[in-house]
């Protein structure tokens, strides 16, 4: 049971943790405040300390509904309230009386640690003695402290002296640990607390080490010395061990500047008279301090947003068809090397028409260019100073002020932010973040004859780009992919519209800004090949020309000097492993600097090939192409690739059997596509694809990387081989197409449910697939394609439901269960209320498969339940949902 007043969704063992921790701070400073005091009773500071750490113990205990230790504490502080005020001398008779009453306490406090609840006793006697002191009557001996009666073996730590002020410790008593884990007791957690400037200044020194690592690994590259290569090897992963270990001092959880959220939606409720639910997830997401108090204001500014421009009345709600109480969800999750922050409502979304109009007033587009944007890009505009939609000004808004800083503050960090809106459904923001500002991921790149450190946090993909704007090589997909080499016919081009350069990038013109050309640097003499940075910065896409590209390296962030603040596409400046300082690109600073944006007709195009977010299986796919084993092609779809890693030889490991390499604070094993592969010696590299989903990574190991590129995926099926569902002419030539969920399933992990055995289906009806994870889409997809359905793939329920309103047919729909928004039992039950699709067959496809599970799918309306990633079980499941279909 949760004690009174308890906050809402915190569990009482938290609470207790929490408590038992500054409990324990208090009592060992008091011991040493207490005897400090009866060596000097007129010691008012000291007196008014120990006052405090008494009622702060006997606050927080009635917070928490402990009676017993609430009566020990108030009755102690009543005496040292009177010693206080001067109406009774300190004497040591007293202070030894309050030294008692702090050993009661420490024994019910070991008791309540040990058992999870406050032991039984009798304090009667102690209580009446301070009373009677406290009235200035004589004081009857006070019993001593008993053990507690759940833990007979647990004593009460002994009096230790104060720690230093700055570096205040709690530690738990001397309780057994049997007695405490005797299902119910409450550990203290074992923390020390350290001042803010130490923390700033190791970062400092581990920045420094940094450096210094990366110069000594530089001269060892130039020197190809084997005397140092085992050495320097071991002091770079001490460094990377120190530097995770520094960083995950400076981290805190999100729900830190989430804390004042809960009042501010209350006080709002009141103030508008609405009815607002906050829902907030992901609040033990970590990230950097520093990011973290530099959000804090953007996020209360957008949350106040929300309430007042997003969510209805509830007369109004009720109106559209709506609950009466509006709801916001704040939403927080790592991805890679950055933090994902949504903001959305379900309100009455952005006003997109009053939106063009405002813009045309404001003089921020001509009638003839707003006509050819992009409703995503009208939307945008409500990033633009003085910009506000709100028809009449109050205290909460409506004076144009707001949006444009928090975009502001958000870039400032080297963050994005994006919106989505559909009017009369709610609006949603995601913002993405570094996790810190201190060290980041940067690819090293040259323009003009100058090096430049290009974040990786904004990095789509790299193309390689031949003299003449001729054939690029591999692009690699992923928020921070990285390139190899290679190159085929046929691919992206750069050409001029109007004199304005261009990338022809598979269903898209993605405009271009030669960074050689934007800092006034010379022209570079004319060269075989260039390369193109495609960027992604909040909606709008565009590539960076580059000369040359050299590596991807950890840097420290030094900020910009003065002289240089005006140039607002440099966001600071790093010292290489070579001892050259370089500027560090700003992303959002360049697209700012050269006015590009992304292409509409593009866009267009692109969801046009792409239905409601989702993909299709006959439309044309991005592939990687790459050598393992023989020289036969084979690829994988793009999608699923989350990076491209060069791993020195040295650093694969094993682990029994299996090759391992660390990767990001954590093994992640390494499958080797080729039958006979031999770890490489020396200064040998391995070219390793990632995939990664939540928390898990994988690693599969091929000889060379081929290409990247975009070719309708018609797989005939193939002859039973394990890891292969078939082939497909890619380019001309014959290509294997990986089954990657089993080489997934290689990696040990639990990406998926045992797989059962089955006959695939020969007929090709038309699926729907319904999975928020674009993960699983892309891994679904071509694999039903294989098995000869065609599928089309959407992000959530509310699309599927669009699709239906459309008038599409499908034969089944294939749906994911847990799903934000909507999830696939409520999915079920709309499809199964009524309309064109009510009686399709519907199969879950959930990682929850449980009897209780599966029960309440089918009550919900799903014809079948699979576990999911079981590709047999749901091919069999297709083929008899379909048969049977076909039979009624």
Known sequence: MLPRHAPAGMAMDDLLADFLTETHEGLTALDSALLRLERTPDDQPTLSEVFRLVHTIKGTCGFLGLARLEAVAHAAENVLGRYRDGSLPVTPAGISLILSSLDRIKAIVAGLEA???????????????????????????????????????????????????????????????????????????????VAVDVLEDLMTLVSELVLTRNQLLQLARGHHSDAFAVPLQRLSHIT???????????????????????????????????????????????????????????????????????????????AAGKPETGRILLN??????????????????????????????????????????????????????????????????????????????????GGTVELSSKEGRGTTFTIKIPLTLAIVSALIVEAGGERFALPQIGVVELVRVAAGGANPGVSAGGANATAGAGGQDGGPRIERIKDAPVLRLRDRLLPLVSLAGLLRLPAPERQAEGFVAVMQVGGQAFGIILDRVFDTEEIVVKPVAPILRHVTMFSGNTILGDGSVIMILDPNGIGRAAGVGADAAGEDARRTATTAGGM????????????????????????????????????IEMSGATPVVQYRGALMPLIPVSPGWMRPDGAARQAVLVFTENDRAMGLMVDEILDVIDERLDIQPGSGRAGFIGSAVISGRVTEVLDTAWWLAQG????????????????????????????????????????????????????????REEGHVFDAVVSDIEMPDMDGIAFAKAVRAGGAWEAMPLIALSSRAEPADVARGREAGFTDYVAKYDREALLQSLQDCLSASVAA
């Open 616 to 651: 299709r299986s006959d439309a044309s796919a991005s592939l990687l192409l790459f050598r393992a084993g023989d020289e036969t092609p084979k690829a994988v779809p793009l999608g699923l690739v989350a990076r491209l890693e060069d791993i020195p030889a040295d650093r």
């Open 748 to 803: 040990g992990e639990d990406w998926f449910r045992t797989a059962r055995s089955a006959a695939a289906g020969k007929s090709r009806p038309r699926l729907l697939m319904v999975e928020d994870s674009a993960f699983f889409r892309h891994l679904v997809v071509p694999a039903l394609s294989a098995a000869g359905y065609e599928v089309m793939a959407v992000d959530g329920p509310a699309a599927a439901l669009r699709l």
């Open 115 to 193: 058992a999870g609840a406050e032991p039984a006793g009798d304090d009667a006697p102690l209580i009446e003695a301070l009373n009677a002191a406290a009235e200035g009557r004589s004081t009857p001996a006070a019993a001593p402290a008993a053990a507690p009666a759940a833990a007979p073996q647990a004593e009460a730590p002994a009096p230790a002296a104060a720690p230093p002020a700055e570096a205040p410790v709690a530690a738990a008593p001397d309780v057994p640990a049997a007695a405490a884990e005797a299902t119910g007791g409450i550990a203290a957690p074992l923390t020390i607390r």
């Open 332 to 413: 927080a999750y790592h991805e890679g090397g950055h933090i994902i922050i949504e903001v959305g409502d379900d309100g009455r979304g952005l006003p997109v028409e009053r939106i063009r109009a405002k813009a045309l007033a404001n003089g921020l587009a001509t009638e003839a260019e707003l006509a050819q944007m992009h409703e995503r890009e009208v939307l945008r505009f409500i990033f633009a100073p003085g910009f506000s939609t709100a028809q009449q000004v109050t205290s909460v808004s409506g004076r144009g002020v707001g949006m444009d800083v928090v975009k502001t503050n958000i870039e400032k960090i």
């Open 240 to 318: 990377s061990d120190l530097q995770e270990g520094v960083m995950k001092t400076r981290m805190q959880p999100i729900g830190n500047a989430w804390s004042k959220l809960p009042r501010l939606v209350r006080d709002l409720s009141i103030e508008l008279g609405k009815k607002i639910e906050l829902d907030m997830r992901g609040a033990q997401t970590e990230l950097d301090r520093q990011v973290l108090e530099l959000i804090r204001d953007p996020l209360t500014h957008m949350v106040r947003n929300s309430g007042d421009h997003g969510l209805e009345t509830p007369e109004q709600r009720r």
